[in-house]
C-alpha cells in the first residue's frame, strides 16, 4: 500500500481525511452557509443576494426576539431560561443517581445498572414524549389518579401546554447524557482520597463537600453543557408540549425556514442562537476556572 | 508504663478469608515499629484496623487507654500516610498539608505558620503554592507526611511509604524518616515488605505471615535469632540444612548433616527445642573459607567451590562439602590482598558452634 510507504505525517493525514471531508461537508459547509444566507434577504419567492444586516437589525429592534415587553419575555431570553432550568434540574437530579452508582453499588453490578439507566432511552424520543403528554394531560394520568385519590376535584391544567411540561419532559430526556459524565468523575476520583480526608478529620459530610464534589466538578461541566446545548435547540418537545400559545427559539427558527419561507431571518436566528449559547457556556466554563476550580 | 497501643486477638474476616488471625501487640510510646511479612499477609489490613478503616470481626483495640472500638477515623489520635500517598489533586501544597488545619481552634495566620513550619521540616519551603499534582514521587511522600505530622497525632501509620522511589532515593527518605521520628518524639507504624528497610529503621519488628504474627523482636534479635524457618527465609540470606538436636542433660546438642555434632546456648533455640529431626540455620557471614596458607582455631570442613558472586565491597561462594545437602553459601568481605576464589578450587570452610540457630518449626 503507498501510503505506508510515505512519512507519519502523510499517513495520518491519509487517515483522517476521509472523517475530515465528512464532517467539513456535515458541519462547516452547512454553517457556512448559514452566515452567508443570514446576510442575504427573502424577496418573494427568491434570494436576494446583496448584503445586508437587515435581519439583525429587525431581531434586535422588536421586542418579540430578545427585548421582550411588560407582558412576555423576549423568545431568546425565554429559551435560555428554559434550557437553564432543565439543566439545573437535571443535572441536580443526575448526580444523586450518577454518585448511587458510584459509590453505593457493589463493583460486579455497576454496568447492569448503567444498562437499566439507559433502557428508557431505547424508545424513541418522540414516543418518550408523546408519553409524557399521556402522563400529564387533561385527561392523563397523574390528573386522573389525583381525582381517584380524591385529592383533586378537576384535572389541573398546569401540567401540559406550558413550560412545566416542556421543562418535565426535557429534563427526563437527557438525564442519562448527565448522569453518565458526572459518574465518570465520581469512578476516578481515587477511593484512598476519601479514606485521607476521614484519616484527616473530615466526617463523610465534610469530606463530601471539601474532595468528592470539587473533584467531580469536570463531570458536572460536562454535564451542564451536554444539557443545555443542545435543549436550547430542541424543537420536537415545545412543539408537541407548548400547543399553540407560546414558541421557543427553536419553533421560531423552525416556523422561518420551513412555514414563513424566510430563511435569511431564520439563518440570522440560528446564528444568534448560536452565539447566544457559545456565550453562556464559555461564562460557564470561566465561572467554573475561577471558582469551583474544577481540575481535570 | 502501659502502651500507647494495645491490641488483644484481634481477627478480621472478609468473607470466608480470615485475614487476621488473633493478633497480640503492644507499642510503646514514642516507639518505630514496623510490621513486615510478605504480600498479602495482612500488614495493610491491620494497620487499617489501628486507623479505624477496618472493623475489627472480634478483639479490642486500645490507643491512650481508650478503647477505640466505638470511634470513627475521624476522631482517632492517628494519622496516615497512605501506599498512594493519596494528595488531594485539586488542591495545592499548602492547602493540602494545611487540610487537616480546618476544626483546629486556629487564627488563619496561625495556621499559614504552621503549613510552612511543617513544609520546612520535610524539606518543601517554598513549594506552598506548587499544585499538587505537579509533584514528583519523593515530593508527594513528603506533603503526606508534612499532611499527617501537622496535626501532631499520637501515633502515625505509613502503609510502605517508600515503595515508589527508587534505591536511592529511598535509601535517603529512610534516614530521613527516622531523623524525623526521632525530632517529633511520635509513635510510628510502618508497614513493609522490604525487610532491609525494617531492620534499618525499626525499634521493634512485628514479622506476619498470613494473617498471625510469626516473630515480634528487636532487629538484631530478628535477624540473628530467627523463631523459625519462615522467618529465618524471609529475612536475608540464611543456609538452612537438615540436623538433629536433642537435649544432653540441660545441654542442647545439635548434629548438623555433614559439618559435625556442636553444643549451642539456650538462646540459638529462640523457638525451643524439639528433639530429633530439625533445621538449622546459619548466615553466611557466620561461615567463612580458608585461602591458601591461612589457618584456624575455628572448626573446619573441607569443600569445593561451587560457584562464585562478586558483589564490589563482598563476594558470595556456593561451597560444596561432602556430605552437607546443599552448597552452602557463604559471604566474605573483600578486604586488601585478599584473593577472589575460582570456581573448582579446593577450599576449606570454617564454622563454629555459635553460628547455629536451631529452627524446630
Ligand atoms: N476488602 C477486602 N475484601 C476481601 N479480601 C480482602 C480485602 N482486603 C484485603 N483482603 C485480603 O486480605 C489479605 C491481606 O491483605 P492486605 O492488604 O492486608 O495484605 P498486605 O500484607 O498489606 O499485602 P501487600 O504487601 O501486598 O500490600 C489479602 O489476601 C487480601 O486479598
Ligand atoms: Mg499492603
Redesign the pocket.
Known amino acids: 500500500m503507498g501510503i505506508f510507504a510515505t512519512s507519519p505525517k502523510a499517513r495520518a493525514a491519509a487517515l483522517v481525511a476521509p472523517p475530515l471531508i465528512y464532517s467539513l461537508l456535515l458541519l462547516a459547509f452547512p454553517l457556512v452557509a448559514i452566515v452567508v444566507i443570514s446576510f442575504w434577504t427573502q424577496s418573494g419567492l427568491n434570494l436576494d443576494r446583496t448584503f445586508t444586516t437587515a435581519n439583525y437589525r429587525e431581531i434586535f429592534s422588536g421586542p418579540i426576539y430578545i427585548w421582550g415587553n411588560a407582558n412576555r419575555w423576549g423568545v431568546l431570553p425565554l429559551s435560555i431560561f428554559v434550557s437553564a432550568t432543565v439543566t439545573l434540574i437535571t443535572v441536580a437530579l443526575a448526580y444523586p443517581i450518577a454518585y448511587f452508582v458510584s459509590f453505593v453499588v457493589a463493583p460486579e453490578r455497576k454496568s447492569l445498572w448503567l444498562f437499566l439507566i439507559t433502557i428508557p432511552f431505547w424508545t424513541s424520543y418522540l414516543i418518550r414524549v408523546f408519553l409524557w403528554k399521556v402522563i400529564l394531560g387533561y385527561n392523563g394520568v397523574v390528573n386522573t389518579g389525583l381525582i381517584e385519590l380524591g385529592i383533586i376535584q378537576e384535572p389541573l391544567n398546569v401540567l401540559l401546554y406550558n413550560l412545566n411540561s416542556v421543562i418535565i419532559t426535557l429534563a427526563h430526556a437527557y438525564a442519562v447524557f448527565a448522569i453518565l459524565p458526572i459518574y465518570v468523575a465520581l469512578e476516578k476520583i481515587d477511593r484512598s482520597l476519601l479514606e485521607a480526608s476521614q484519616d484527616l478529620g473530615e466526617n463523610r459530610f465534610t469530606t463530601f463537600l471539601r474532595v468528592t464534589l470539587p473533584l467531580s466538578v469536570p463531570g458536572i461541566v460536562g454535564a451542564v453543557l451536554i444539557v443545555f446545548i443542545p435543549t436550547i435547540g430542541d424543537y420536537v418537545t415545545p412543539e408537541l408540549m407548548l400547543g399553540s400559545g407560546g414558541r421557543l427559539m427553536s419553533n421560531v427558527i423552525q416556523t422561518q425556514f420551513l412555514q414563513l419561507n424566510n430563511w435569511p431571518l431564520g439563518a440570522a436566528l440560528s446564528i444568534i442562537t448560536m452565539l447566544a449559547v457559545g456565550i453562556v457556556s464559555l461564562l460557564f466554563i470561566l465561572l467554573n476556572r475561577r471558582w469551583l476550580r474544577g481540575r481535570a | 508504663m502501659t502502651a500507647l497501643i494495645q491490641l488483644r486477638g484481634i481477627h478480621k474476616h472478609?468473607?470466608d478469608?480470615h485475614?487476621l488471625r488473633g493478633i497480640d501487640l503492644e507499642i510503646r510510646q514514642g516507639e518505630f515499629f514496623s510490621l513486615l511479612?510478605p504480600?498479602?499477609?495482612?500488614?495493610?489490613?491491620?494497620l487499617r484496623t489501628i486507623a479505624g478503616f477496618e472493623t475489627p470481626s472480634s478483639g479490642t483495640l486500645m490507643i491512650d487507654g481508650k478503647d477505640m472500638a466505638a470511634v470513627p477515623a475521624n476522631h482517632r489520635p492517628t494519622n496516615m500516610v497512605f501506599q498512594s500517598y493519596a494528595i488531594f489533586p485539586h488542591l495545592t501544597v499548602a492547602e493540602n498539608v494545611g487540610f487537616g488545619l480546618r476544626r483546629e481552634p486556629m487564627s488563619k495566620d496561625q495556621k499559614t505558620k504552621a503549613v510552612a513550619e511543617a513544609l520546612a521540616m520535610v524539606g518543601l519551603s517554598g513549594y506552598g503554592t506548587r499544585a499538587a499534582h505537579a509533584l514528583s514521587g519523593g515530593q508527594r511522600q513528603r506533603v503526606a507526611l508534612a499532611r499527617a505530622l501537622i496535626l501532631k497525632p499520637k501515633v502515625l501509620l505509613l502503609d510502605?511509604p517508600l515503595s515508589a522511589l527508587d534505591k536511592k532515593m529511598r535509601e535517603q527518605m529512610q534516614v530521613e524518616l527516622i531523623r524525623l521520628q526521632r525530632t517529633v518524639g511520635i509513635t510510628f507504624i510502618l508497614?513493609t515488605?522490604d525487610q532491609e528497610e525494617a531492620l534499618v529503621m525499626s525499634d521493634r519488628i512485628a514479622v506476619?505471615f498470613e494473617g498471625e504474627i510469626g516473630q515480634m523482636a528487636d532487629p538484631e534479635t530478628l535477624y540473628r535469632r530467627p523463631n523459625s524457618r519462615r522467618v529465618a527465609e524471609f529475612i536475608g540470606k540464611m543456609n538452612i540444612l537438615p540436623g538433629q538436636v536433642g537435649m544432653e542433660g540441660n545441654r542442647i546438642v545439635v548434629d548438623v548433616a555433614g559439618l559435625g555434632r556442636g553444643a549451642v546456648e539456650t538462646d540459638q533455640a529462640p523457638g525451643g527445642v524439639v528433639p530429633g529431626n530439625t533445621s538449622v540455620g546459619i548466615r553466611p557471614e557466620t561461615l567463612g573459607v580458608l585461602f591458601p596458607g591461612e589457618t584456624t582455631d575455628r572448626r573446619v570442613a573441607e569443600g569445593v567451590v561451587d560457584e562464585v558472586v562478586y558483589y564490589g565491597d563482598m563476594t558470595y561462594y556456593d561451597v560444596r562439602v561432602p556430605g552437607v545437602q546443599q552448597p552452602l553459601t557463604i559471604s566474605m568481605k573483600n578486604i586488601i590482598g585478599r584473593p577472589v576464589l575460582e570456581v573448582g578450587a579446593p577450599t576449606r570452610v570454617v564454622w563454629d558452634e555459635r553460628s547455629l540457630v536451631v529452627l524446630s518449626r
Open positions: 472478609y468473607g478469608y485475614a511479612g504480600s498479602g499477609c495482612g500488614k495493610t489490613t491491620l510502605e508497614v515488605h506476619m
